[in-house]
C-alpha cells in the first residue's frame, strides 16, 4: 500500500520558515518525480515545485528564491523548505508521487502565515 505523509506545517509570522517532509512507503521513491503542491481555500490546487529522479527542480514564480525543493531518497523522503514566507503562501500543501500514469497524494499539511 502506498502512502505519502506530509509534515512540519503550523502557523507561522509573516517573513518566517518552515521545512515541510512527506515520508513515502510502498514505493521506491527514487524513481518518481516528487512535488509539491498547494490549495488555498476557494482556489484551486496549484504546483509549488517539483523534483526529478536526477535531481532537476522546477519551481512556481510565485515562490522562486524563496523555496527550495530537495529529496534523500535513501530516506524515501521529499522536503519543501519555505522562507519569507507571505500571509498569500497559507494553504494546504500536498505531496505528490508521479510515474507515467501512476500518480499518489499525501493527505496535505495546513500551513497558515499569519501575524
Known amino acids: 500500500q502506498v502512502q505519502l505523509v506530509e509534515s512540519g506545517g503550523g502557523l507561522v509570522q509573516p517573513g518566517g520558515s518552515l521545512r515541510l517532509s512527506c515520508a513515502a512507503s510502498g514505493i521506491f521513491m527514487s524513481i518518481y518525480v516528487m512535488g509539491w503542491y498547494r490549495q488555498a481555500p476557494g482556489k484551486q490546487r496549484e504546483l509549488v515545485a517539483t523534483?526529478?529522479?536526477?535531481?532537476?527542480?522546477n519551481y512556481a514564480d510565485s515562490v522562486k528564491g524563496r523555496f527550495t525543493i530537495s529529496r534523500d531518497n535513501a530516506k524515501n523522503t521529499v522536503y519543501l523548505q519555505m522562507n519569507s514566507l507571505k500571509p498569500e503562501d497559507t494553504a494546504v500543501y500536498y505531496c505528490?508521487?508521479?510515474?507515467?500514469?501512476?500518480?499518489?497524494w499525501g493527505q496535505g499539511t495546513q500551513v497558515t502565515v499569519s501575524s
Open positions: 523534483i526529478t529522479q536526477g535531481g532537476s527542480t
Open positions: 505528490k508521487a508521479a510515474l507515467r500514469f501512476e500518480n499518489y
